[in-house]
């Protein structure tokens, strides 16, 4: 699976210690909930290649940086910081001529950006240069936030359904004496080692959906029932 590993199962347990006052046999209501959620990438990563070969050194080193330049400008000027472009460079020299080559790594968290950029490079510059597919991802940080909204929503899902069988025989929920995680599983996705092999012709929202993760989360939890003498006080 693509995604850093996934949590451990029963990754939380929650209960009150010591226990209040013991309740009549029968005054406690278990019951388990699930929720499964997902995410889509929050990251693209795009290379830019391009590269000269001439007669002379600085001629192709020349023509290089111009179109290094350019490719800077254009995404920064559509608000992609410095720190999210990488350039690599190489430079040879074949038979009599010389060789210079040049990739530029872009990482894009606005896709609507992205696919302007990348039009912009394909209309200003042609075949010039070669523009990858994007690759889509989801960080670390976007990993985590979407373990811990199935959790949340798990345990909101558990509470929901004791609250409606409650509802159902006349009782009133009480407070949680216990709440467990029983499984939790991850599936899908791409984080940014990770490579994708799909082939070109896939449209950008295919691979967006192609990138897409998954997670599910089980709970089990423990409810104390108050019954309907005590709801009455409560009221009163």
Avoid at 11 to 40: K, Q, Y
Avoid at 108 to 134: A, Y
Avoid at 206 to 218: D, H, K, L, P, V
Wanted: proline share 7%; charged share 25%; glycine share 8%.
């Amino acid at each position: 699976m693509a995604l850093p590993a996934p949590l451990p199962a029963r990754g939380f347990e929650l209960a009150p210690s010591p226990l209040p006052s013991p309740l009549p046999p029968g005054r406690e209501l278990h019951v388990s909930g699930s929720a499964e959620l997902s995410a889509g990438p929050d990251r693209a990563r795009v290379s830019v290649r391009l590269g000269s070969r001439k007669g002379a050194a600085g001629a192709a080193r020349s023509s290089v940086s111009r179109r290094l330049e350019y490719i800077a400008h254009s995404a920064r000027h559509r608000g992609v910081p410095e720190e999210n472009m990488t350039v690599t460079e190489d430079f040879s020299r074949l038979e009599n001529t010389y060789q210079m080559e040049a990739e530029v790594s872009i990482i894009f968290s606005d896709f609507g950006k992205m696919q302007n950029v990348c039009n912009l490079l394909t209309e200003k510059l042609g075949t010039s240069v070669t523009i990858s597919p994007p690759h889509f991802y989801h960080t670390p940080e976007a990993v985590d936030a979407l373990r811990r909204q199935v959790c949340v929503t798990a345990v909101g899902n558990t509470r929901q359904k004791a609250q409606e069988v409650c509802r159902l025989l006349g009782q009133s929920l009480g407070k949680p004496l216990l709440i467990r995680e029983e499984e939790t599983k991850e599936w899908g996705g791409h984080t940014d080692g990770h490579q994708s092999s799909s082939p070109d012709p896939l449209t950008l929202q295919e691979r967006i959906q192609n990138a897409t993760a998954y997670a599910s989360c089980r709970v089990f939890a423990v409810f104390e029932i108050k019954g309907k003498e005590n709801r009455r006080k409560k009221l009163l």
